[in-house]
T-cell receptor
Framework: QQQVKQSPQSLIVQKGGISIINCAYE??????FPWYQQFPGKGPALLIA?????SEKKEGRFTISFNKSAKQFSLHIMDSQPGDSATYFC???????????FGAGTRLTVKP | GAGVSQTPSNKVTEKGKYVELRCDPI?????LYWYRQSLGQGPEFLIY????????DSGLPNDRFFAVRPEGSVSTLKIQRTERGDSAVYLC???????????????FGPGTRLTVL
């Protein structure tokens, strides 16, 4: 059922570094691509999202880059902080549809 | 300003037993979703409700799984004759309304961790 492939499975970054997580999708009907952040014992929380009419969206230290022709999108976390340590999920759906498909997740650890 | 709440937070049961998992959505949210998250995986869609009716139950794995939302608010996910493979975290989410678009941002609860022995 997973139509969104996410890598890497885990990532360790030093404080102040850049964290990069990649996702690829198959269904060309997808036109809404959110990223979720999940802390242990909590549900996923929406971090940032993009639609394919733009190639990049930035909110604070978080940036989504989107490549429609390659059917890939990525999350960049600039100046990574220990408080960013969490599991990150990419997802995709058709904008006017409710069936959201998630990637398998990336466990990010930011070392102080 | 309460978020989505789910009870219980943990449920341990024996193979073959029946379990009910409860979700209280954010007040005023008409759409409610159930997902299953297995260890090391992303959430997997099960079912969603718009109001009292199940608008899409295509993600339910088999007829042992059933969900209701009788008054359009609280929802209960019911699992009959539980199997060890049902062990997972069951997440509930709600959104202002269904139908996609900007009003479909889904707010997730903390989940219920179900363990079937």
């Amino acid at each position: 059922q997973q139509q969104v492939k996410q890598s890497p499975q885990s990532l360790i970054v030093q404080k102040g570094g850049i964290s990069i997580i990649n996702c690829a999708y198959e269904n060309t009907a997808f036109d809404y691509f959110p990223w979720y952040q999940q802390f242990p014992g909590k549900g996923p929380a929406l971090l940032i999202a993009i639609r394919p009419d733009v190639s990049e969206k930035k909110e604070g230290r978080f940036t989504i880059s989107f490549n429609k022709s390659a059917k890939q999108f990525s999350l960049h976390i600039m100046d990574s902080q220990p408080g960013d340590s969490a599991t990150y999920f990419c997802a995709a759906r058709v904008y006017n549809n409710n069936d959201m498909r998630f990637g398998a997740g990336t466990r990010l650890t930011v070392k102080p | 300003g309460a978020g989505v709440s789910q009870t219980p937070s943990n449920k341990v049961t024996e193979k073959g037993k029946y379990v009910e998992l409860r979700c209280d959505p954010i007040s005023g949210h008409t759409a409610l979703y159930w997902y299953r998250q297995s260890l090391g995986q992303g959430p997997e869609f099960l079912i969603y409700f718009q109001g009292t009716g199940a608008a899409d139950d295509s993600g339910l794995p088999n007829d042992r799984f059933f969900a209701v939302r009788p008054e359009g608010s609280v929802s209960t996910l019911k699992i009959q004759r539980t199997e060890r493979g049902d062990s997972a975290v069951y997440l509930c989410a709600s959104s202002l309304r269904a139908g996609g678009g900007e009003y479909n941002e889904q707010f997730f609860g903390p989940g219920t961790r179900l363990t079937v022995l």
